[in-house]
Each structure stands twice: as C-alpha cells, then as structure tokens.
C-alpha cells in the first residue's frame, strides 16, 4: 500500500520492540505494520492460542495465561509482565480486550512503556459518555438533543428534562456501551419505571448508576468518522464509513464512503472531530460515532482506538492506518494536511463469523480446509488456515473479506465474487447469510438504517 | 497514604522474604485492584501446578518468566537424567525480575526429561520437566 502521506522523520524512534497484546487477525495485521515498519514484535497468547500462526512469525512468542480471556488477554499484571521479559517497549492493544482500559494505559505509562493510541488521560475524557458528550459540545461536534451531565435522582426533574427533549427518549448507562444498558421510553408514563430499572441495571453491570437521557432517533444510519492525530496537536479525517448493517448491535457490514451523503453536509462534521482531538489532546487513531437522520449527525461516542472496520478506510483512502497509529506512538508528526486527503473509489468489508448462518450460535471445531478470494480490489485478513483450530472461548469473527472498486454498484459485483469464491470446511460459517444479503435489493440500493438487517431477518425467517 | 503495589516483582519478593523468615506459610491480601495469594511451603519453596492426569507428568511453568536450574550466582549443573526425584525437591527456578519462584517436583518419581534451556524465556504452562510418577 502506498503512503503519500509518511510522516516526517525517523529521528525520534522511541521504540523497535512492539508486543501485541491482542489475538486472532487483529494481531496477525499489527504484526505485519510492525514488520513493514522494522520493528520487532512479540506475540502473546493464552493456552488456548498456542497454535496460532502469528506465534510462528514474531520475534517472541509467550503464553501468558489460560484460556479464559480474563485470566489472559485481559490481564494486566501478566501483558504487563511479558512486555518486561521480552524487553518490549511498547504495547499495541488491537481492539476488544484491554484497547479501551483507560487503567491499562495508565499502567503500560508508569511502566515506562509507551501505549499505542491515546494517553490515559484522554481515553479517560471519551470513555465516560457524559464527559465525552460535554467535550463534543464545546468542540463544536453535533450532539444527540439531551443535557451533557447525568440524569439528577428527583424524578419530577427527569420528567421535566424528557419533556424539554420531547419524546420518544432513550436513557443510557454513562459507563455502558455495545448496545448495553439503555432503555427506549416511547412515552412519559414509561418514564420512571424505565429510569429505576436501567440506573439498577448500571449499577450492577458496569459499576456506577449514572445514566443519561437523548432524544431517540427512529431511522438512524450509523456513520463513523476516522481519524489520525499526532502528539504534536496534527489531526486529520480519513473519510466516512457506513456501518448501519447490525444485527443485535454488531457489525455485520461496513462500507466507505457511507452513501449518499453530500460532502457539504459531512464536511464540517469531519472538520468539528478534527477540532475536538486537537481540544483534547488526541493522539493517534479514533473513530467518532454518529447517529445520522434527515441530513443530520448526532454524536454517539468517540472509539479511542483502531476499529475492526478500518481496513474501508485504508482502501479508499490509500493509508496504512495501523502503520500511522504507531508513527504516532513514536511521536513522529504528520506531514499532511486535510487537502492531502484523497478519498478514492468504494470498500465493503465483511466480517467472517465462525457461527451458524441461520441461528447465529457460535461454531467450534477444526478448518479441515480453506479457500480464500483473490484478485485486484480483494484482501482477506485472517489468521487463520487449514488445521486450525476455533476455540470456544473467544469472539467468532475468524476473517474479513474486503473488497475495493471504483463505484459501489462495482464493489457490490466484486464482494459477491468474493464471498462466492470464499469456502471454509468443518465448521458453519456466515457465509451463506452474507451472500444473501449481498443480493438484497434494498442493500444494493444503500441508505438502509440500522434497524434494517433485523427486520430483513424476521421476513427471511418467515415461513 | 501511598497505596501498595502489589504487582510490584521487590514487594512480592519483600513479602515472600517476610513470610519465610516469620515461619509464615501463605498470606492472601485482597486489594481493589485485585488479589495476593503467597503460599510457602515447609522448604520455603512456593506451590506450583503439577498435571497429574497421567503417569508422566510434566512440571509447568506457572507464569511467564526466565528458567533456572540454579539460584543466582550459582553455575547451571545439567544433571543426568534419569534420576529419582522427591516431591518437595526444588527442580529449578523461574526469575522474574528479582523474585526467584522455586519449581518443585509435587510428587515423587523419576525425572526423565528437561524441557527448558536454562535462561530460556517460558509462559505460563510451558512444560519444564517431565517425571513418571513413583507408581
């Protein structure tokens, strides 16, 4: 891939030794930066990981726990612990796991290590939605009607601030998150009950009662806005993706550019998270969040961290995002500016889940064999191959199918392709399901909200 | 009040000295950020996990860190194998930092391998020693 956009120089490497703290194809893609990039990598896995092929072709390789993620890969003291044996002196959280733990960051910090992605500090101000919401606000970046501080325990004032947003409202858990802990009110009578029953469910799942009131949007489109800053107060927006096709809150799909959006309307958008990075002291990639209805963006939350779905993004604009995430871990400026971003042709991806395409459970067992798309405009990143193991104990997505072209009628043609061309044997894949969808009209047409692959869903299930 | 770390490799070993000297055999110390189990056994050396599932067991590292045979300062002496070992014996030590956690044998029998090169980095449930059980 090229990198029109390099950063400037290499005099002020603060690392070459970068440990992985992640698993699956997340890691095997961080490894593949680093190694473009020189430095050295180490692979860290749980007992159940053992085999994994990135294992194979890092400079170490350490098991650092059991299977279970909580005993493993969201263990602090013991990533913590690896990047001090192996000499690390950086760590790449990937996504999931400790990626957005504002204490891990903190803790890889006073480990004299340095965190890939935002400091502590800054992950802290986007991680709490209430903060994060105040910080859009003043930074310009349009925000879903409802107040910026946590709902007050007087109900008379809670019915008071529902009725000033106008209803239907949605109440959410401040520290919730993945579609967790929030309660649709459709209607003042609701409204209380709604309230004592989310605060109880906060409290107990993610460990404080603070929740928060929006207006709820009833045909929103999800459309997220990537960007990279450097710590030298640089940013940029790569462009916008269209992440809409959900089913119980997971992406399914993503695409770049989200369709039939006018660049007057966005523009000032990307320009506004642009702003607020440089307001907070953003450092490296992040992907802000947006409810978008009738021409109009709503701030959902800020992900301080590189997204499952950025491939769309390195495709149509033509960057290596996870190179650049670590150039600016290393404290090297951007170069560009936003007129240096140029945004080309269209991307789908697809994320491969080991699971039933019709129920949806998780599949486990052994790749007997594997077949994978190639071509121009095709790329599968994937760990894993034929004699490969899925474990129970983890996420099912096991590939990304991405696909790049010059319009998105033409990407839409070569995804099928691909996904036609894709055949994983011995365990039960989604595939089916995809291919499917990629030949719904609707689909095809764009501009579907992210209720749409549920409803597609219960027609299809009809007899 | 400064708050303890009780990640920190000098305070567990701090603590492991404490305990030993004070004729001490564990002490579990539960914080918010999580908790400290520290169990000494009769020779002072502290419990690793032992598979026992079948007549050859194999001793596994309980957590990563640098393989020893011998304490610091001492020179690594590959013994011949095979050879009879007890279960308290301390077959070798993993280094983390300054802490030297003592690897014993759990059961008695006969070692019959070495799996780890001394001063070879290990993970967590990497085999170090393999022993046919005393039947």
């Known amino acids: ?463 | 009040m400064s708050t303890i770390d009780f990640s920190d490799p000098e305070i567990i070993a701090f603590l492991t000295d404490a305990l030993t000297s004070a004729g001490v055999d564990g002490v579990e110390i539960s914080a918010a950020s999580g908790q400290l189990r520290i169990v000494v056994s009769a020779d002072g050396s502290t419990r690793t996990s032992v598979d026992t599932s079948v007549a050859t067991i194999a001793i596994k590292a309980p957590m990563a860190g640098i393989f020893r045979l011998q304490r610091p300062g001492s020179v690594d002496i590959v013994a011949d194998l095979p050879r009879p070992v007890s279960a308290t014996e301390v077959l070798g030590f993993l280094r983390i930092g300054p802490v030297l956690v003592p690897l014993t044998a759990g059961r008695p029998g006969l070692m019959t391998r070495r799996l780890a090169q001394p001063d070879a980095l290990v993970g967590f449930g990497d085999a170090l020693f393999e022993i046919e059980a005393q039947q």
């Open chain 1, 1 to 463: 891939m090229s990198s029109p956009l390099a950063a400037s120089s290499a005099s002020c490497m603060l690392f070459d030794k970068v440990l992985i703290a992640n698993r699956g194809e997340i890691a095997e893609r961080i490894q593949r930066a680093c190694r473009d990039l020189g430095l050295k990598t180490v692979a860290v896995c749980s007992e159940a990981d053992r085999e994994a092929p990135y294992g194979k072709t890092a400079d170490s390789f350490l098991c650092i726990g059991p299977s279970s993620a909580a005993k493993s890969y969201l263990n602090k003291d013991a990533i913590l612990l690896a990047a001090r044996l192996t000499g690390a002196e950086a760590i790449h959280p990937g996504y999931g796991f400790l990626s957005e733990n504002a204490a891990f960051a903190q803790a890889v910090e006073e480990a004299g290590l340095v965190f890939i992605g935002p400091d502590s500090k800054s992950m802290a101000t986007m991680g709490d939605k209430i903060s994060a919401k105040k910080a859009m606000i003043e930074a310009g970046v349009p925000c879903v009607p409802g107040p910026d501080t946590a709902l007050p325990d007087d109900p008379s004032k809670v019915e008071q601030i529902a009725l000033e947003i106008g209803y239907p409202v949605i109440i959410k858990a401040s520290g919730g998150g993945g579609g967790r802990g929030m309660r649709v009110v459709p209607e003042a009578g609701l409204l209380q009950d709604a309230v004592a029953l989310t605060r109880e469910e906060a409290r107990q799942a993610f460990g404080s009662p603070a929740l928060y009131m929006e207006k709820f949007l009833q045909h929103p489109r999800h459309i997220e806005i990537q960007v990279l800053c450097d710590s030298h107060g640089n940013a940029v927006w790569l462009g916008h993706r269209d992440c809409s096709m959900q089913r119980r809150h997971q992406k399914v799909v993503e695409e770049a550019p989200a369709p039939g959006i006018a660049p007057e309307i966005i523009g000032p958008v990307g320009a506004a998270c642009v702003k607020a990075c440089q307001q907070i002291g953003y450092r490296g990639v992040g992907t802000f969040e947006f409810l978008y209805e009738d021409d109009a963006f709503y701030f959902i939350e800020m992900n301080t961290r590189l997204q499952v779905e950025h491939p769309v993004t390195e495709l149509t604009s033509g960057l290596d995002i996870v190179q650049e995430q670590i150039k600016a871990a290393q404290g090297i400026s951007l170069i560009m500016t936003q007129a240096d971003v140029q945004c080309a042709g269209h991307s789908f991806e697809c994320r491969i889940n080991a699971e039933d395409p019709e129920s949806f459970m998780p599949s486990v067992g052994t790749i007997t064999d594997i077949s994978l798309p190639q071509g121009e405009g095709i790329r599968v990143d994937t760990h894993i191959h034929a004699g490969y193991r899925v474990s129970p104990y983890y996420d099912s997505l096991i590939a990304k199918v991405i696909v790049h072209a010059p319009t998105r009628a033409q990407a839409m043609e070569k995804m099928r392709k691909a996904l036609a061309d894709t055949r994983i044997d011995g365990i039960s894949t989604n595939i089916p399901f995809l291919r499917a969808l990629f030949e719904d009209s609707a689909f095809a047409t764009g501009e579907t909200d992210i209720h749409y692959l549920e409803q597609w869903l219960k027609q299809r299930s009809k007899p």
